[in-house]
C-alpha cells in the first residue's frame, strides 16, 4: 500500500490518510496490464527466410505459436529495398479494417540500427518503417497516462539512458506525479470550443516554492534550463530513433512534462528571445503536441551500401546498433505482484 500512496495523487487519498479502494484497484489492473507487456516479448515470433517461426535470436518455436507470426515480407513489397527487406517484417494487423493493408516494421538485429533503415529507405524508396513492437504495448493502452507515468520503473523497452525516476528526482521533481502543472479552461470566444491552457505561473511558482529551483537569479534559470534542455534533447533523439514502439508513450509524456517546464522558464528569462517582455501576444505553443524531433547528424558511412555487408545472421543477440534496451535488466515483476498491497 506504501508503494501505492507514494505514487497517488493527493486526492486519491482519503481522510484517513489511506489511499482509497478505487485507486488499489487502478494500480492493480495497472500492474497486470504492464505485467502483460512485459511478458509480450516471448511471445514475438517471426518467420524467418526459410518459412519457419523463430524468436528474436533465430531458435525455432515448436508445436502451437504463441502468437501470430510477423509474415515476410510480400515480393512486391521488396521491391527497391535492397537486402534491407531482411531486417523488415509485415506487422499482424489488430485491425480488421487494415488487414488488407500492412505496416512494414524493423525488427531488432545485430547489423542495422533502425535508424539507418528508416533514414535509408526513407530517402531511397519513400517507404515509413515502423518501430518494433517486440514488447507490445497494447494490453496498457487503457490504462489512464498519469498511472502509466507513476509506474515507469516497471515499464519495459526504455532506452538505458532514461530513467525517468532518477532524471526527476535529479531536477527535484516530484518522481512519480507532474504536480507543477496546473492547466486552466479558457473560452476565446462564444462559439468557440474551449480548450485547457497550462498555468506557467504556477509551475514556476510551484518550482520555486519545492526548492527545485533555488531562487529567481538569472544564472540560476539559465543553469536549470540547461539541465532541462540536454533531457529534452535526448528524450526527442529516442522518440525519432529509439527501436521499441512501445517506449514512445513514456518518451512523450515525460518530454511533454519538460516542455511545460521549458516554457515556465522561457517566461522568466529576461534575455532569452520568447521572454514575455520581447515578444508581445506570445501564444504559448501547447508543449503536448507531438515533438518534430531535430535531425540529428549521425555517421551513416556504409548505410548506402546495405545489400553488400549485411550480416544476414540476423537473429543471434537481438542487439540494436550496439544500445540495448534497460528493461531486461531494471527492476521489474517477475510476476503479476511487484509490490505486496
Known amino acids: 500500500m506504501q508503494q501505492i500512496r507514494m505514487r497517488a495523487h493527493p486526492t486519491d487519498i482519503g481522510p484517513n490518510g489511506q489511499v482509497t479502494a ?22 514475438f ?18 508445436g502451437r505459436l504463441p502468437s501470430d507470426p510477423y509474415p515476410l515480407l510480400e515480393d512486391y513489397q521488396k521491391m527497391h529495398l535492397g537486402d534491407l527487406w531482411r531486417v523488415l517484417r509485415n506487422r499482424p494487423s489488430t485491425n480488421p479494417l487494415k ?4 505496416d512494414v516494421e524493423y525488427i531488432p538485429n545485430n547489423t542495422y540500427s533502425y535508424y539507418q533503415v528508416k533514414k535509408t529507405l526513407a530517402q531511397v524508396a519513400k517507404v515509413q518503417i515502423k518501430p518494433s513492437r517486440y514488447w507490445n504495448e497494447l494490453p496498457a493502452q487503457h490504462i489512464p497516462d498519469d498511472i502509466i507515468y507513476s509506474l515507469s520503473e516497471y515499464w519495459p523497452s526504455m532506452p538505458h539512458n532514461v530513467n525517468i525516476v532518477d532524471d526527476n528526482q535529479q531536477l527535484g521533481l516530484d518522481a512519480y506525479r507532474m504536480r507543477e502543472q496546473s492547466r486552466t479552461k479558457v473560452s476565446p470566444a462564444p462559439g468557440i470550443r474551449p480548450y485547457w491552457v497550462h498555468d506557467y505561473a504556477h509551475t514556476f511558482a510551484y518550482l520555486l516554492a519545492t526548492g527545485a529551483i ?19 534533447m535526448l528524450l526527442t533523439d529516442h522518440i525519432a530513433n529509439w527501436p521499441f514502439l512501445a517506449a514512445q508513450r513514456l518518451l512523450k509524456l515525460q518530454l511533454s512534462r519538460l516542455r ?5 522558464l522561457t517566461l522568466r528569462l529576461e534575455g532569452h528571445p520568447l521572454h514575455g517582455d520581447n515578444l508581445p501576444g506570445f501564444n504559448n505553443p501547447d508543449p503536448n503536441m507531438d515533438p518534430e524531433p531535430s535531425n540529428p547528424v549521425r555517421n551513416e558511412d556504409g548505410a548506402a551500401n546495405a545489400a553488400e555487408d549485411i550480416d544476414l545472421r540476423l537473429w543471434q543477440s537481438g542487439a540494436t546498433d550496439g544500445d540495448n534496451s534497460q528493461s531486461e535488466i531494471r527492476p521489474g515483476q517477475d510476476g503479476p505482484g511487484g509490490w505486496e498491497f
Do not use: C, W
Not at 515470433?45 to 525455432?60: A, F
Not at 529567481?216 to 529534452?232: G, K, P, S
Open 22 to 43: 478505487e485507486v488499489v484497484a487502478n494500480y492493480r489492473r495497472a500492474q497486470l496490464a504492464i505485467y502483460d507487456v512485459r511478458r509480450s516479448s516471448q511471445r
Open 260 to 264: 511545460v517546464i521549458k516554457q515556465a
Open 214 to 232: 533555488a531562487n529567481e537569479e538569472q544564472t540560476t534559470l539559465e543553469d536549470y534550463m540547461t539541465r532541462v534542455h540536454e533531457m529534452d
Open 45 to 62: 515470433v517471426i518467420i524467418d527466410e526459410n518459412n519457419q517461426p523463430v524468436d528474436i535470436h533465430g531458435h525455432s518455436i515448436q
Open 99 to 102: 488487414s488488407s493493408s500492412f
